[in-house]
Protein backbone atom coordinates (compact mmCIF):
# COMPACT_ATOMS: atom_id res chain seq x y z
CA UNK A 1 0.00 0.00 0.00
CA UNK A 2 1.27 3.44 -0.72
CA UNK A 3 1.48 5.73 2.12
CA UNK A 4 0.11 9.04 1.43
CA UNK A 5 1.65 12.13 1.30
CA UNK A 6 -1.02 14.48 3.20
CA UNK A 7 -2.66 12.86 5.96
CA UNK A 8 -6.14 14.02 7.80
CA UNK A 9 -7.48 12.37 10.52
CA UNK A 10 -10.84 13.48 12.14
CA UNK A 11 -9.34 17.23 11.26
CA UNK A 12 -12.60 19.73 11.96
CA UNK A 13 -12.51 23.41 12.02
CA UNK A 14 -14.62 26.25 14.22
CA UNK A 15 -15.14 29.94 13.91
CA UNK A 16 -16.50 30.87 16.87
CA UNK A 17 -19.83 28.96 16.82
CA UNK A 18 -19.91 28.07 13.65
CA UNK A 19 -19.01 24.78 12.32
CA UNK A 20 -17.13 25.28 9.17
CA UNK A 21 -15.75 22.13 8.72
CA UNK A 22 -16.74 18.69 10.83
CA UNK A 23 -14.38 15.98 11.42
CA UNK A 24 -13.08 14.56 8.18
CA UNK A 25 -10.52 12.13 7.07
CA UNK A 26 -8.58 12.55 3.84
CA UNK A 27 -5.49 10.88 2.21
CA UNK A 28 -3.88 12.16 -0.39
CA UNK A 29 -1.39 9.46 -2.08
CA UNK A 30 1.03 9.54 -4.78
CA UNK A 31 0.08 10.23 -8.37
CA UNK A 32 -3.95 10.90 -7.48
CA UNK A 33 -5.96 14.59 -7.94
CA UNK A 34 -8.63 14.69 -5.79
CA UNK A 35 -11.36 17.20 -6.40
CA UNK A 36 -13.48 19.25 -3.92
CA UNK A 37 -16.97 20.27 -5.17
CA UNK A 38 -19.62 21.96 -3.41
CA UNK A 39 -22.14 25.04 -2.56
CA UNK A 40 -20.35 28.39 -1.42
CA UNK A 41 -19.50 27.81 2.40
CA UNK A 42 -19.69 24.20 2.36
CA UNK A 43 -15.95 23.99 3.83
CA UNK A 44 -13.86 23.00 0.64
CA UNK A 45 -11.71 26.45 1.33
CA UNK A 46 -11.14 25.49 5.00
CA UNK A 47 -10.73 22.06 4.40
CA UNK A 48 -7.81 22.63 2.09
CA UNK A 49 -6.06 25.74 4.47
CA UNK A 50 -5.98 22.93 7.40
CA UNK A 51 -4.23 20.50 4.89
CA UNK A 52 -1.61 23.20 3.87
CA UNK A 53 -1.05 24.39 7.50
CA UNK A 54 -2.50 27.64 7.00
CA UNK A 55 -5.09 27.28 9.58
CA UNK A 56 -5.21 25.51 12.88
CA UNK A 57 -7.58 22.75 13.26
CA UNK A 58 -9.98 22.84 15.88
CA UNK A 59 -9.89 19.08 16.72
CA UNK A 60 -8.18 16.39 14.70
CA UNK A 61 -4.64 16.15 13.33
CA UNK A 62 -2.90 16.89 9.72
CA UNK A 63 0.31 15.05 8.93
CA UNK A 64 2.52 16.18 6.49
CA UNK A 65 4.70 13.94 4.79
CA UNK A 66 5.89 16.14 1.82
CA UNK A 67 5.99 19.44 0.51
CA UNK A 68 2.96 21.25 -0.46
CA UNK A 69 1.95 24.00 -2.62
CA UNK A 70 -1.39 26.14 -1.80
CA UNK A 71 -2.96 28.07 -3.82
CA UNK A 72 -5.64 30.04 -1.62
CA UNK A 73 -8.71 31.11 -3.33
CA UNK A 74 -8.31 34.79 -3.20
CA UNK A 75 -4.75 35.76 -4.47
CA UNK A 76 -2.38 35.98 -1.77
CA UNK A 77 0.74 38.47 -2.35
CA UNK A 78 2.31 41.59 -1.35
CA UNK A 79 0.77 44.17 -3.52
CA UNK A 80 3.52 46.75 -3.30
CA UNK A 81 6.04 44.48 -4.80
CA UNK A 82 6.36 43.23 -8.46
CA UNK A 83 5.95 39.70 -9.28
CA UNK A 84 9.86 39.20 -9.29
CA UNK A 85 9.89 40.84 -5.84
CA UNK A 86 7.17 38.11 -4.65
CA UNK A 87 8.10 35.39 -5.45
CA UNK A 88 11.71 36.19 -4.82
CA UNK A 89 10.90 37.31 -1.08
CA UNK A 90 8.57 34.13 -0.61
CA UNK A 91 11.85 32.00 -2.50
CA UNK A 92 13.84 33.13 0.44
CA UNK A 93 11.24 32.75 3.04
CA UNK A 94 11.29 29.36 1.91
CA UNK A 95 14.85 28.32 1.57
CA UNK A 96 15.04 28.28 -1.97
CA UNK A 97 18.98 28.53 -2.59
CA UNK A 98 18.46 30.55 -5.53
CA UNK A 99 15.53 32.78 -5.11
CA UNK A 100 16.39 34.63 -8.27
CA UNK A 101 16.58 31.71 -10.85
CA UNK A 102 13.64 30.46 -9.62
CA UNK A 103 11.47 33.59 -9.69
CA UNK A 104 12.42 34.00 -12.95
CA UNK A 105 11.59 30.40 -14.26
CA UNK A 106 8.42 30.66 -12.72
CA UNK A 107 7.95 34.24 -14.39
CA UNK A 108 8.49 32.56 -17.81
CA UNK A 109 6.57 29.21 -17.32
CA UNK A 110 3.66 31.29 -16.45
CA UNK A 111 4.39 34.41 -18.67
CA UNK A 112 4.14 36.77 -15.80
CA UNK A 113 5.48 40.24 -16.05
CA UNK A 114 8.87 41.25 -15.76
CA UNK A 115 8.95 44.93 -15.32
CA UNK A 116 9.24 46.33 -12.03
CA UNK A 117 5.48 47.54 -11.55
CA UNK A 118 3.38 46.53 -8.46
CA UNK A 119 1.40 43.67 -8.27
CA UNK A 120 -1.90 45.07 -7.64
CA UNK A 121 -1.56 46.77 -10.42
CA UNK A 122 -1.31 43.85 -12.71
CA UNK A 123 -4.59 42.41 -14.41
CA UNK A 124 -6.82 39.48 -12.36
CA UNK A 125 -5.36 36.90 -14.49
CA UNK A 126 -1.96 37.92 -14.40
CA UNK A 127 -2.63 38.10 -10.24
CA UNK A 128 -4.33 34.50 -10.01
CA UNK A 129 -1.42 33.27 -12.20
CA UNK A 130 1.28 34.94 -9.90
CA UNK A 131 -0.67 33.29 -6.36
CA UNK A 132 -0.14 29.56 -8.65
CA UNK A 133 3.46 30.72 -9.32
CA UNK A 134 3.95 31.21 -5.70
CA UNK A 135 2.81 27.78 -4.40
CA UNK A 136 5.41 25.75 -6.85
CA UNK A 137 8.30 27.54 -4.92
CA UNK A 138 10.58 25.18 -3.53
CA UNK A 139 9.16 22.59 -5.69
CA UNK A 140 6.53 20.84 -3.81
CA UNK A 141 5.01 17.19 -4.45
CA UNK A 142 1.15 18.00 -2.91
CA UNK A 143 -0.47 20.81 -4.54
CA UNK A 144 -3.68 22.13 -2.80
CA UNK A 145 -5.70 24.05 -5.25
CA UNK A 146 -8.50 26.52 -4.32
CA UNK A 147 -10.99 27.28 -7.35
CA UNK A 148 -7.18 27.84 -9.07
CA UNK A 149 -8.91 28.56 -12.70
CA UNK A 150 -11.04 31.47 -11.84
CA UNK A 151 -10.58 34.19 -13.87
CA UNK A 152 -7.80 32.56 -16.07
CA UNK A 153 -8.36 32.26 -19.79
CA UNK A 154 -8.62 28.78 -21.77
CA UNK A 155 -4.93 29.07 -22.91
CA UNK A 156 -3.92 30.10 -18.89
CA UNK A 157 -6.55 27.14 -17.41
CA UNK A 158 -4.74 24.73 -19.56
CA UNK A 159 -1.27 25.78 -18.55
CA UNK A 160 -2.50 25.07 -14.53
CA UNK A 161 -4.11 21.90 -15.55
CA UNK A 162 -0.36 20.90 -17.41
CA UNK A 163 0.95 22.02 -14.26
CA UNK A 164 -1.39 19.40 -12.03
CA UNK A 165 -0.56 16.41 -14.55
CA UNK A 166 2.87 17.18 -14.67
CA UNK A 167 2.80 16.88 -10.92
CA UNK A 168 0.72 13.94 -10.68
CA UNK A 169 3.16 12.14 -13.32
CA UNK A 170 5.97 12.47 -11.10
CA UNK A 171 4.57 11.05 -8.56
CA UNK A 172 2.95 14.13 -6.77
CA UNK A 173 -0.39 14.57 -5.40
CA UNK A 174 -3.47 17.22 -6.25
CA UNK A 175 -6.16 18.62 -4.30
CA UNK A 176 -8.23 21.29 -6.10
CA UNK A 177 -11.68 22.77 -5.30
CA UNK A 178 -13.77 23.66 -8.21
CA UNK A 179 -17.39 25.14 -9.08
CA UNK A 180 -16.89 24.36 -13.10
CA UNK A 181 -17.91 20.54 -12.66
CA UNK A 182 -16.15 20.20 -16.11
CA UNK A 183 -13.00 20.74 -14.35
CA UNK A 184 -13.48 17.29 -11.98
CA UNK A 185 -12.14 15.42 -15.11
CA UNK A 186 -8.92 16.33 -13.70
CA UNK A 187 -9.80 14.20 -10.90
CA UNK A 188 -9.38 10.64 -9.96
CA UNK A 189 -11.73 11.08 -7.25
CA UNK A 190 -14.37 13.43 -6.10
CA UNK A 191 -15.48 14.45 -2.93
CA UNK A 192 -18.72 16.56 -2.30
CA UNK A 193 -18.81 19.31 0.53
CA UNK A 194 -21.79 20.51 1.87
CA UNK A 195 -22.22 22.20 5.46
CA UNK A 196 -18.82 21.23 6.40
CA UNK A 197 -19.26 17.76 5.89
CA UNK A 198 -18.01 15.54 2.76
CA UNK A 199 -22.06 14.15 1.75
CA UNK A 200 -20.05 11.83 -0.92
CA UNK A 201 -16.98 10.52 -2.77
CA UNK A 202 -18.06 8.71 -5.50
CA UNK A 203 -18.22 10.22 -9.41
CA UNK A 204 -20.96 7.87 -10.21
CA UNK A 205 -23.19 9.23 -7.04
CA UNK A 206 -21.93 13.02 -8.42
CA UNK A 207 -22.38 12.65 -12.04
CA UNK A 208 -25.06 10.21 -12.11
CA UNK B 1 13.79 39.67 5.19
CA UNK B 2 10.26 40.77 6.12
CA UNK B 3 11.91 44.05 7.79
CA UNK B 4 13.45 44.91 4.56
CA UNK B 5 9.99 43.55 2.46
CA UNK B 6 8.02 45.98 5.20
CA UNK B 7 10.55 48.99 4.45
CA UNK B 8 9.88 48.30 0.52
CA UNK B 9 6.25 48.42 0.38
CA UNK B 10 6.74 51.55 2.90
CA UNK B 11 8.65 53.40 0.09
CA UNK B 12 6.57 52.15 -2.31
CA UNK B 13 3.79 53.74 -0.66
CA UNK B 14 4.00 57.44 -1.46
CA UNK B 15 0.90 59.29 -0.21
CA UNK B 16 2.30 57.39 2.99
CA UNK B 17 6.06 58.17 2.27
CA UNK B 18 5.06 61.90 1.85
CA UNK B 19 3.07 62.60 5.31
CA UNK B 20 6.07 60.40 7.07
CA UNK B 21 8.79 62.96 5.28
CA UNK B 22 6.56 66.20 5.67
CA UNK B 23 5.30 65.09 9.14
CA UNK B 24 8.87 65.55 11.39
CA UNK B 25 9.23 68.82 8.98
CA UNK B 26 6.21 70.13 10.28
CA UNK B 27 6.29 69.22 14.12
CA UNK B 28 10.13 70.23 14.41
CA UNK B 29 8.83 73.65 12.96
CA UNK B 30 6.20 74.02 15.00
CA UNK B 31 7.99 73.02 18.46
CA UNK B 32 10.58 75.30 16.97
CA UNK B 33 8.33 77.89 16.81
CA UNK B 34 6.78 77.23 20.03
CA UNK B 35 9.97 77.28 21.77
CA UNK B 36 10.82 80.83 20.07
CA UNK B 37 7.38 82.05 21.62
CA UNK B 38 8.20 80.53 25.29
CA UNK B 39 11.80 82.27 25.22
CA UNK B 40 10.21 85.72 23.39
CA UNK B 41 10.02 88.71 25.95
CA UNK B 42 6.60 89.79 26.47
CA UNK B 43 5.37 92.86 25.86
CA UNK B 44 4.45 94.64 29.00
CA UNK B 45 3.13 98.78 29.47
CA UNK B 46 4.86 100.88 31.18
CA UNK B 47 2.55 103.70 32.69
CA UNK B 48 4.09 106.73 34.19
CA UNK B 49 1.37 108.92 35.75
CA UNK B 50 4.09 110.75 38.32
CA UNK B 51 5.47 112.27 34.96
CA UNK B 52 9.32 110.56 35.34
CA UNK B 53 11.88 113.14 34.46
CA UNK B 54 14.43 111.53 32.85
CA UNK B 55 17.14 111.95 35.37
CA UNK B 56 16.21 111.31 39.49
CA UNK B 57 18.24 112.21 42.38
CA UNK B 58 18.01 109.62 44.80
CA UNK B 59 20.40 110.21 48.06
CA UNK B 60 22.71 112.29 46.16
CA UNK B 61 22.68 109.50 43.16
CA UNK B 62 21.62 109.93 39.52
CA UNK B 63 19.52 107.84 37.96
CA UNK B 64 18.91 107.85 34.10
CA UNK B 65 14.88 106.07 34.15
CA UNK B 66 14.85 104.75 30.83
CA UNK B 67 18.34 103.57 31.16
CA UNK B 68 18.01 101.82 34.28
CA UNK B 69 14.55 100.45 32.90
CA UNK B 70 16.39 99.23 29.53
CA UNK B 71 19.39 97.65 32.26
CA UNK B 72 16.87 95.67 34.15
CA UNK B 73 13.95 94.81 31.78
CA UNK B 74 15.95 92.14 29.75
CA UNK B 75 13.23 89.45 30.03
CA UNK B 76 10.19 91.89 28.81
CA UNK B 77 9.36 94.54 25.93
CA UNK B 78 8.19 97.64 28.09
CA UNK B 79 6.61 100.12 26.25
CA UNK B 80 5.52 103.71 27.55
CA UNK B 81 1.70 104.13 27.19
CA UNK B 82 -0.94 106.08 28.34
CA UNK B 83 -3.00 104.92 31.10
CA UNK B 84 -6.46 104.44 29.32
CA UNK B 85 -4.39 103.05 26.22
CA UNK B 86 -2.10 100.73 28.37
CA UNK B 87 -6.11 99.06 29.73
CA UNK B 88 -7.28 99.17 26.41
CA UNK B 89 -4.32 97.01 24.96
CA UNK B 90 -4.66 94.78 28.16
CA UNK B 91 -8.30 94.23 27.61
CA UNK B 92 -7.32 93.18 24.14
CA UNK B 93 -4.07 91.11 25.20
CA UNK B 94 -1.74 93.23 23.12
CA UNK B 95 0.06 93.44 26.30
CA UNK B 96 0.46 91.01 29.05
CA UNK B 97 0.50 93.38 31.96
CA UNK B 98 0.93 97.12 32.38
CA UNK B 99 3.48 98.31 34.82
CA UNK B 100 2.07 101.76 36.37
CA UNK B 101 4.00 104.77 38.05
CA UNK B 102 1.53 106.29 40.45
CA UNK B 103 1.58 109.87 41.45
CA UNK B 104 3.48 111.14 44.42
CA UNK B 105 6.31 108.29 43.41
CA UNK B 106 9.13 110.69 43.40
CA UNK B 107 8.02 112.08 46.57
CA UNK B 108 7.96 108.56 48.22
CA UNK B 109 11.26 107.63 47.12
CA UNK B 110 13.46 110.53 47.63
CA UNK B 111 12.80 110.76 51.33
CA UNK B 112 14.59 107.49 51.43
CA UNK B 113 12.58 106.08 54.34
CA UNK B 114 9.50 105.33 52.63
CA UNK B 115 8.50 102.41 50.08
CA UNK B 116 6.91 103.94 47.30
CA UNK B 117 4.85 101.41 44.55
CA UNK B 118 4.28 100.47 41.60
CA UNK B 119 1.03 98.78 40.30
CA UNK B 120 1.33 95.23 38.38
CA UNK B 121 -1.53 94.40 36.51
CA UNK B 122 -2.14 91.44 34.48
CA UNK B 123 -4.24 89.22 32.19
CA UNK B 124 -5.44 85.97 33.74
CA UNK B 125 -4.20 82.47 32.97
CA UNK B 126 -1.74 81.99 30.31
CA UNK B 127 1.57 83.90 30.28
CA UNK B 128 0.53 86.00 33.64
CA UNK B 129 2.47 83.75 36.17
CA UNK B 130 5.91 84.33 33.94
CA UNK B 131 5.06 87.74 33.71
CA UNK B 132 4.72 88.38 37.39
CA UNK B 133 7.90 86.70 37.63
CA UNK B 134 9.21 89.21 35.38
CA UNK B 135 8.39 91.83 36.75
CA UNK B 136 9.11 90.70 40.26
CA UNK B 137 12.37 90.26 39.06
CA UNK B 138 12.90 93.90 37.22
CA UNK B 139 11.52 95.31 40.65
CA UNK B 140 14.16 93.59 42.76
CA UNK B 141 16.88 94.79 40.54
CA UNK B 142 15.42 98.06 40.15
CA UNK B 143 15.88 97.83 44.36
CA UNK B 144 19.31 96.82 44.23
CA UNK B 145 20.59 99.56 42.18
CA UNK B 146 18.38 101.86 44.26
CA UNK B 147 19.96 100.48 47.39
CA UNK B 148 23.39 102.17 46.73
CA UNK B 149 21.49 105.36 46.90
CA UNK B 150 19.92 104.75 49.98
CA UNK B 151 22.47 103.68 52.09
CA UNK B 152 24.49 106.62 50.38
CA UNK B 153 21.87 108.89 51.88
CA UNK B 154 21.72 106.68 55.06
CA UNK B 155 25.49 107.25 55.10
CA UNK B 156 25.43 110.64 54.43
CA UNK B 157 23.55 111.22 58.21
CA UNK B 158 25.86 109.25 60.18
CA UNK B 159 28.63 111.34 58.24
CA UNK B 160 26.71 114.47 59.71
CA UNK B 161 27.12 112.44 63.08
CA UNK B 162 30.21 111.66 63.03
CA UNK B 163 31.15 115.69 61.48
CA UNK B 164 28.23 117.88 61.85
CA UNK B 165 27.76 120.23 59.33
CA UNK B 166 24.37 122.09 57.31
CA UNK B 167 21.72 119.08 56.57
CA UNK B 168 17.50 118.98 55.96
CA UNK B 169 15.71 115.72 56.82
CA UNK B 170 11.78 115.80 55.66
CA UNK B 171 12.42 119.65 53.98
CA UNK B 172 13.31 121.07 57.02
CA UNK B 173 17.00 122.27 57.30
CA UNK B 174 19.11 122.47 60.45
CA UNK B 175 22.87 122.36 61.83
CA UNK B 176 24.55 119.44 63.19
CA UNK B 177 27.33 119.82 66.16
CA UNK B 178 29.04 116.00 65.10
CA UNK B 179 30.74 113.73 67.35
CA UNK B 180 34.22 115.47 66.50
CA UNK B 181 32.72 118.46 67.89
CA UNK B 182 31.79 117.60 70.66
CA UNK B 183 34.73 116.25 71.85
CA UNK B 184 36.05 119.53 71.40
CA UNK B 185 33.45 120.64 73.64
CA UNK B 186 33.62 118.81 76.20
CA UNK B 187 37.57 119.61 76.14
CA UNK B 188 36.46 122.71 77.34
CA UNK B 189 34.50 121.66 79.86
CA UNK B 190 35.28 121.61 83.71
CA UNK B 191 37.02 118.02 83.59
CA UNK B 192 34.95 115.61 86.03
CA UNK B 193 33.47 111.95 86.13
CA UNK B 194 30.31 113.15 84.27
CA UNK B 195 32.17 114.80 81.44
CA UNK B 196 34.87 111.36 81.46
CA UNK B 197 31.81 109.29 80.52
CA UNK B 198 30.58 111.23 78.12
CA UNK B 199 33.98 111.12 76.79
CA UNK B 200 33.84 107.71 76.61
CA UNK B 201 30.62 107.62 75.14
CA UNK B 202 31.69 109.81 72.48
CA UNK B 203 34.54 107.85 71.39
CA UNK B 204 32.60 104.35 71.31
CA UNK B 205 30.10 105.79 69.52
CA UNK B 206 32.47 107.26 66.50
CA UNK B 207 34.32 104.07 66.71
CA UNK B 208 30.90 102.08 66.15
CA UNK B 209 29.61 104.66 63.57
CA UNK B 210 32.41 104.39 61.66
CA UNK B 211 31.45 100.77 60.53
CA UNK B 212 28.19 101.87 60.14
CA UNK B 213 28.90 101.78 55.49
CA UNK B 214 29.65 97.76 55.81
CA UNK B 215 26.80 97.07 58.42
CA UNK B 216 23.98 98.83 56.13
CA UNK B 217 25.25 96.98 52.57
CA UNK B 218 24.76 93.69 55.00
CA UNK B 219 21.95 94.45 56.52
CA UNK B 220 20.17 95.37 52.42
CA UNK B 221 21.65 92.20 51.20
CA UNK B 222 21.53 89.19 53.78
CA UNK B 223 22.44 86.87 51.44
CA UNK B 224 23.61 87.57 48.17
CA UNK B 225 22.91 84.94 45.41
CA UNK B 226 26.02 84.74 43.20
CA UNK B 227 26.12 81.63 40.23
CA UNK B 228 29.10 80.08 38.94
CA UNK B 229 29.31 79.56 35.41
CA UNK B 230 29.27 76.02 35.02
CA UNK B 231 29.47 73.39 31.77
CA UNK B 232 25.81 72.10 33.13
CA UNK B 233 23.00 71.52 30.67
CA UNK B 234 19.59 73.50 30.75
CA UNK B 235 16.05 72.91 31.07
CA UNK B 236 13.90 74.97 29.24
CA UNK B 237 10.49 75.09 28.00
CA UNK B 238 11.74 74.81 24.10
CA UNK B 239 13.48 71.78 26.13
CA UNK B 240 10.50 70.35 27.18
CA UNK B 241 7.86 70.64 24.15
CA UNK B 242 11.07 68.92 22.06
CA UNK B 243 10.71 66.06 24.28
CA UNK B 244 6.86 65.86 23.84
CA UNK B 245 6.92 66.50 20.03
CA UNK B 246 9.54 63.58 19.76
CA UNK B 247 7.25 61.42 21.83
CA UNK B 248 4.09 62.37 20.14
CA UNK B 249 5.62 61.99 16.70
CA UNK B 250 7.14 58.37 17.46
CA UNK B 251 4.22 57.17 19.27
CA UNK B 252 1.96 58.21 16.92
CA UNK B 253 3.97 56.83 13.44
CA UNK B 254 4.59 53.96 15.52
CA UNK B 255 1.65 53.10 16.32
CA UNK B 256 -0.31 53.85 13.31
CA UNK B 257 2.68 52.09 11.00
CA UNK B 258 3.06 48.92 13.17
CA UNK B 259 -0.87 48.15 13.09
CA UNK B 260 -1.34 49.18 9.53
CA UNK B 261 1.37 46.84 8.25
CA UNK B 262 0.24 43.78 10.49
CA UNK B 263 -3.52 44.35 8.94
CA UNK B 264 -2.51 45.07 5.53
CA UNK B 265 -0.59 42.05 5.83
CA UNK B 266 -4.08 40.24 6.56
CA UNK B 267 -6.03 42.27 4.13
CA UNK B 268 -3.62 40.67 1.13
CA UNK B 269 -4.07 37.33 2.37
CA UNK B 270 -0.13 36.96 2.85
CA UNK B 271 -0.21 36.04 6.29
CA UNK B 272 -1.55 32.72 5.53
CA UNK B 273 1.09 32.19 3.16
CA UNK B 274 3.72 33.36 6.24
CA UNK B 275 2.26 31.33 8.67
CA UNK B 276 2.27 27.48 6.64
CA UNK B 277 5.49 27.28 8.48
CA UNK B 278 7.64 30.03 6.94
CA UNK B 279 7.78 32.72 9.88
CA UNK B 280 7.10 32.26 13.16
CA UNK B 281 4.35 34.56 15.36
CA UNK B 282 7.38 35.73 17.20
CA UNK B 283 9.09 36.62 13.87
CA UNK B 284 5.70 38.10 12.85
CA UNK B 285 5.57 40.18 15.83
CA UNK B 286 9.49 41.44 15.75
CA UNK B 287 9.11 42.31 12.06
CA UNK B 288 6.46 45.20 12.70
CA UNK B 289 8.43 46.16 16.43
CA UNK B 290 11.63 46.51 14.16
CA UNK B 291 9.45 48.74 11.84
CA UNK B 292 8.36 50.56 14.21
CA UNK B 293 11.60 50.85 15.60
CA UNK B 294 13.86 52.26 12.44
CA UNK B 295 11.18 54.30 11.15
CA UNK B 296 10.74 55.74 14.34
CA UNK B 297 14.62 56.44 14.52
CA UNK B 298 14.51 58.04 11.18
CA UNK B 299 11.84 60.22 11.78
CA UNK B 300 12.63 61.44 15.52
CA UNK B 301 16.62 61.68 14.03
CA UNK B 302 14.87 63.93 11.41
CA UNK B 303 12.98 66.12 14.12
CA UNK B 304 16.03 66.52 16.18
CA UNK B 305 17.78 67.46 13.53
CA UNK B 306 15.78 70.46 11.94
CA UNK B 307 14.55 71.30 15.90
CA UNK B 308 18.41 72.11 16.27
CA UNK B 309 18.78 73.81 13.09
CA UNK B 310 15.45 75.48 13.85
CA UNK B 311 16.47 76.46 17.31
CA UNK B 312 20.19 77.39 16.24
CA UNK B 313 18.70 79.93 13.94
CA UNK B 314 16.40 81.26 16.39
CA UNK B 315 18.87 82.49 18.76
CA UNK B 316 16.99 80.24 21.28
CA UNK B 317 19.22 78.90 24.32
CA UNK B 318 19.01 75.99 25.97
CA UNK B 319 17.65 73.69 23.12
CA UNK B 320 20.93 72.88 21.44
CA UNK B 321 20.43 68.62 21.14
CA UNK B 322 23.36 68.07 19.54
CA UNK B 323 26.03 66.31 21.49
CA UNK B 324 23.12 63.95 23.31
CA UNK B 325 21.80 63.21 19.66
CA UNK B 326 23.27 59.30 19.59
CA UNK B 327 21.52 58.81 23.05
CA UNK B 328 17.97 60.20 22.46
CA UNK B 329 18.31 57.81 19.45
CA UNK B 330 18.98 54.75 21.41
CA UNK B 331 15.63 56.20 23.10
CA UNK B 332 13.99 57.17 19.99
CA UNK B 333 14.13 53.35 18.60
CA UNK B 334 13.31 52.10 22.20
CA UNK B 335 10.02 53.85 22.59
CA UNK B 336 9.47 53.56 18.78
CA UNK B 337 9.84 49.52 18.87
CA UNK B 338 7.67 49.31 22.28
CA UNK B 339 4.80 51.34 21.01
CA UNK B 340 5.23 49.62 17.33
CA UNK B 341 4.34 46.02 20.05
CA UNK B 342 1.20 47.94 20.90
CA UNK B 343 0.38 48.99 17.17
CA UNK B 344 0.93 44.80 16.24
CA UNK B 345 -1.35 44.39 18.73
CA UNK B 346 -3.68 46.83 17.51
CA UNK B 347 -3.63 45.86 14.08
CA UNK B 348 -4.02 42.15 14.46
CA UNK B 349 -7.28 43.04 16.95
CA UNK B 350 -9.03 45.06 13.66
CA UNK B 351 -7.92 42.75 11.33
CA UNK B 352 -7.82 44.80 8.36
CA UNK B 353 -6.05 48.39 7.23
CA UNK B 354 -8.77 51.00 7.50
CA UNK B 355 -10.30 49.97 11.04
CA UNK B 356 -7.05 49.47 11.99
CA UNK B 357 -5.12 53.10 11.47
CA UNK B 358 -8.75 54.52 12.92
CA UNK B 359 -8.37 52.40 16.16
CA UNK B 360 -4.78 53.44 16.76
CA UNK B 361 -6.01 57.02 15.80
CA UNK B 362 -8.23 56.63 18.85
CA UNK B 363 -5.92 54.82 21.40
CA UNK B 364 -2.95 56.86 20.40
CA UNK B 365 -5.12 60.35 21.64
CA UNK B 366 -5.54 59.23 25.47
CA UNK B 367 -2.42 58.13 25.44
CA UNK B 368 -0.95 60.66 24.61
CA UNK B 369 -3.27 63.09 27.04
CA UNK B 370 -2.58 60.93 29.61
CA UNK B 371 1.28 61.22 29.68
CA UNK B 372 0.84 65.06 29.79
CA UNK B 373 -1.55 64.61 32.94
CA UNK B 374 0.97 66.28 36.01
CA UNK B 375 1.26 63.78 39.18
CA UNK B 376 -0.64 66.66 41.35
CA UNK B 377 -3.49 67.15 39.09
CA UNK B 378 -4.96 63.65 38.77
CA UNK B 379 -3.44 60.92 40.43
CA UNK B 380 -5.06 58.19 38.77
CA UNK B 381 -4.28 59.32 35.11
CA UNK B 382 -0.53 59.88 36.28
CA UNK B 383 -0.56 56.24 37.55
CA UNK B 384 -2.41 54.80 34.17
CA UNK B 385 -0.17 56.57 32.31
CA UNK B 386 3.22 55.08 34.20
CA UNK B 387 1.72 51.68 32.68
CA UNK B 388 2.09 53.05 28.66
CA UNK B 389 5.31 53.94 27.25
CA UNK B 390 4.62 57.74 26.24
CA UNK B 391 4.80 58.88 29.47
CA UNK B 392 8.11 57.30 29.86
CA UNK B 393 9.36 57.81 26.21
CA UNK B 394 9.09 61.55 27.56
CA UNK B 395 11.28 61.26 30.17
CA UNK B 396 13.73 59.21 28.75
CA UNK B 397 14.03 61.89 25.73
CA UNK B 398 13.80 64.95 28.39
CA UNK B 399 17.24 63.19 30.28
CA UNK B 400 18.77 62.64 27.29
CA UNK B 401 18.62 65.30 25.77
CA UNK B 402 18.84 68.05 28.81
CA UNK B 403 19.77 66.42 32.11
CA UNK B 404 23.80 67.18 33.12
CA UNK B 405 23.90 63.43 34.30
CA UNK B 406 21.24 61.51 32.80
CA UNK B 407 21.81 57.87 33.29
CA UNK B 408 20.02 56.99 36.45
CA UNK B 409 16.63 58.77 34.54
CA UNK B 410 17.71 56.47 31.39
CA UNK B 411 18.17 53.08 32.97
CA UNK B 412 14.71 53.51 35.03
CA UNK B 413 12.80 54.86 31.64
CA UNK B 414 14.26 52.17 29.63
CA UNK B 415 13.56 49.55 32.49
CA UNK B 416 9.98 50.67 32.13
CA UNK B 417 10.21 50.69 28.56
CA UNK B 418 11.24 47.41 28.40
CA UNK B 419 8.56 46.12 30.67
CA UNK B 420 6.38 47.62 28.92
CA UNK B 421 7.53 46.11 25.80
CA UNK B 422 7.62 42.40 27.09
CA UNK B 423 4.00 42.59 27.96
CA UNK B 424 2.70 44.41 24.64
CA UNK B 425 4.72 42.27 22.41
CA UNK B 426 3.18 39.15 24.48
CA UNK B 427 -0.28 40.26 23.51
CA UNK B 428 0.94 41.30 20.43
CA UNK B 429 1.80 37.58 19.88
CA UNK B 430 -1.37 36.35 21.08
CA UNK B 431 -3.65 38.64 18.37
CA UNK B 432 -1.26 37.93 15.69
CA UNK B 433 -1.87 34.52 16.82
CA UNK B 434 -5.65 34.71 16.75
CA UNK B 435 -4.95 36.68 13.75
CA UNK B 436 -3.33 33.97 11.41
CA UNK B 437 -5.47 31.01 12.64
Given amino acids: ?5 VRAVAVARRFGDVEALAPTDLELVPGEAVALVGPNGAGKSTLLALLAGALEPSEGLVEIHAAVGWVPQRPAHYSRLSARENLELFARLQGVRDARDAATRLLERFSLPTAPRPSGELSVGNRQRLNVALSLLGEPRVLLLDEPTAALDPGQRRRVWDVVNALRAEGGAVCFSTQNLEEVEHADRVLVLQD ?13 | MLLRKDLTVLRRSPLLLGALLAYPIVIALLVGL ?14 DEEGLPPVVSVGGHRFHIQNVIDAVAKEVTLVRLSPREAGRQLASGKVVATITVPPGFLDELGTTVKSPHLVL ?5 GLAPRVTQQVQSLVYQLNRKLQAGFIAANLEYVRLILHGGDASFIGRKFEVLGLDHMEQQLDALPQNQRVAKIRTFVRIARLALAQTGRALHATANPIELTQPKTKGRTWVLSAQVQSYGIALTVTFLALLLAAGAVAAEHDEGTIGRLRRGLVSLGQLVWSKVALAAVVGLAL ?5 LVFGVVVEAGGVSGGEPWPRLPLLLVGVALAAGVVGAAGTMLGALAREARTASLLAVLVVLPVVFLGLVPRGALPVAYWVSEFLPFAHAVKWFGAALYDTSPWRTVGIETAWLLGIGAVLGALARLSVRRLAT
Avoid: C, D, H, Q
Fill in chain 1, 1 to 5: MTSPL
Fill in chain 1, 196 to 208: GRIVSSSMEEVFG
Fill in chain 2, 34 to 47: VAGYASAKPRVAFV
Fill in chain 2, 121 to 125: RTVSG
Fill in chain 2, 300 to 304: GAAIA
